[in-house]
């Protein structure tokens, strides 16, 4: 009898889901993987570097999708009557002309395009939604980078048809552009029969997994002699301020603290205008003693006052 092969796209695949749906409250969509000319010119995109169909199944589904995002937008739709607000993910592969064949291929000639696989996410409805969406990425990668390496936004000029210019950012893993966040802009909106202000994130799979790998593929070590102390501290700052930044400086505050976790992002009616909760659990472990409540209390208030220098950031209570 022999084992199944161990396959560490479909693990990572797997807890990918669990962490979008159980812990970011977002539904998974399955969905064809093709697309309508119609479609694509109410979200402002260019069909004409899209593969046809020989034999399409309808006039909505004629053409390879080349993004994940117009069919979650098209669920959007059909579901948005029936909740105030909600949120939508799907992994699926996308079909990419990278040889240039669209045109011969129009015109009934056979050709193998070029697979990918995203993952995209999708909310409908309810405040801050670029910023939300924001965050839940930001999450994504705080779940599977295990501390190694950042993720940032960076502003950018080349972004799908249907994005507001305004609200939209390039997903950025050091140099490597892995994803975009926007929000559809009002023409496309109403074009395309959206009634919720609605915010898309797509970003690659497969460098996602390698992250993950890259991440998880560490040594192991001795276990300590010393228990890890475990606090909890809640920062309210301005919206523009990354996580990424709160978190390089906590990491690097002492020697003492050994890990830093985000685990919720926040942004609501409980909070002023123009700012956002960053919650983080911060681990405390000394190789040669057990720290005191003392010594613990002490790092804590330096570390706060640290960050409402570096940040503004303020304690929530």
Same mark, same amino acid.
Do not use: C
């Given at each position: 009898?022999?084992?199944?092969?161990?396959?560490?796209?479909? +693990?990572?695949?797997?807890?990918?889901?669990?962490?979008?749906?159980? $812990?970011?409250?977002?539904? #998974?969509?399955?969905?064809?993987?093709? /697309?309508? #000319? @119609?479609?694509?010119?109410?979200?402002?995109?260019?069909? @004409?570097?899209?593969?046809?169909?020989?034999?399409?199944?309808?006039?909505?589904?004629?053409?390879?999708?080349? *993004?994940?995002?117009?069919?979650?937008?098209?669920?959007?739709?059909?579901?948005?009557?029936?909740?105030? $607000?909600?949120?939508?993910? $799907?992994?699926?592969?996308?079909?990419?002309?990278?040889?240039?064949?669209?045109?011969?291929?129009?015109?009934?000639?056979? %050709?193998?395009?070029?697979?990918?696989?995203?993952? *995209?996410?999708? +909310?409908?409805?309810? $405040?801050?939604?670029?910023?939300?969406?924001?965050?839940?990425?930001?999450?994504?990668?705080?779940?599977? @980078?295990?501390?190694?390496?950042?993720?940032?936004?960076?502003?950018?000029?080349? !972004?799908?048809?249907?994005?507001?210019?305004?609200?939209?950012?390039? /997903?950025?893993?050091?140099? =490597?552009?892995?994803?975009?966040?926007?929000?559809?802009?009002?023409?496309?909106?109403?074009?395309?029969?959206?009634?919720?202000?609605?915010?898309?994130?797509?970003?690659?799979?497969?460098?996602?997994?390698?992250? !993950?790998?890259?991440?998880?593929?560490?040594?192991?070590?001795?276990?300590?002699?010393?228990?890890?102390?475990?606090?909890?501290?809640? !920062?309210?700052?301005?919206?523009?301020?990354? %996580?990424?930044?709160?978190?390089?400086?906590?990491?690097?505050?002492?020697?003492?603290?050994?890990?830093?976790?985000?685990?919720?992002? %926040?942004?609501?009616?409980?909070?002023?205008?123009?700012?956002?909760?960053?919650?983080?659990?911060? !681990?405390?472990?000394?190789?040669?003693?057990?720290?005191?409540?003392?010594?613990?209390?002490?790092?804590?208030?330096?570390? +706060?006052?640290?960050?409402? =220098?570096?940040?503004?950031?303020?304690?929530?209570?």
């Amino acid at each position: 009898m022999v084992a199944p092969k161990i396959l560490p796209e479909r +693990i990572f695949e797997n807890q990918l889901k669990d962490v979008l749906a159980l $812990e970011n409250g977002l539904h #998974e969509s399955y969905n064809y993987s093709f /697309v309508g #000319e @119609s479609q694509l010119q109410k979200l402002n995109i260019d069909p @004409s570097g899209y593969l046809k169909l020989v034999n399409p199944i309808s006039s909505d589904h004629t053409m390879l999708r080349q *993004s994940l995002a117009p069919n979650l937008l098209a669920n959007v739709r059909t579901n948005q009557f029936k909740y105030d $607000e909600f949120g939508l993910f $799907e992994i699926g592969r996308v079909f990419i002309d990278i040889a240039g064949n669209a045109e011969r291929d129009n015109q009934g000639g056979e %050709y193998l395009p070029y697979q990918e696989k995203n993952v *995209s996410l999708v +909310i409908a409805g309810g $405040e801050n939604i670029f910023l939300r969406l924001k965050g839940i990425v930001e999450n994504v990668f705080a779940r599977f @980078s295990f501390g190694q390496g950042e993720i940032y936004f960076r502003p950018g000029e080349t !972004f799908p048809g249907w994005a507001d210019k305004n609200q939209a950012a390039k /997903v950025m893993v050091g140099d =490597e552009e892995i994803g975009l966040v926007a929000v559809v802009d009002t023409e496309s909106a109403k074009a395309f029969g959206l009634k919720k202000e609605s915010a898309v994130a797509e970003l690659n799979f497969n460098a996602l997994l390698e992250i !993950f790998l890259a991440a998880s593929n560490h040594q192991y070590q001795d276990v300590p002699k010393y228990p890890v102390v475990k606090r909890d501290l809640a !920062f309210v700052v301005e919206v523009e301020i990354l %996580y990424n930044d709160l978190r390089e400086a906590i990491a690097a505050f002492d020697p003492l603290v050994v890990s830093v976790d985000l685990f919720d992002v %926040y942004q609501g009616s409980n909070l002023p205008e123009g700012k956002k909760s960053l919650a983080f659990s911060i !681990f405390y472990q000394a190789k040669d003693r057990t720290l005191t409540a003392e010594e613990i209390d002490s790092l804590q208030s330096g570390l +706060i006052a640290l960050l409402a =220098e570096k940040f503004g950031a303020q304690i929530r209570n």
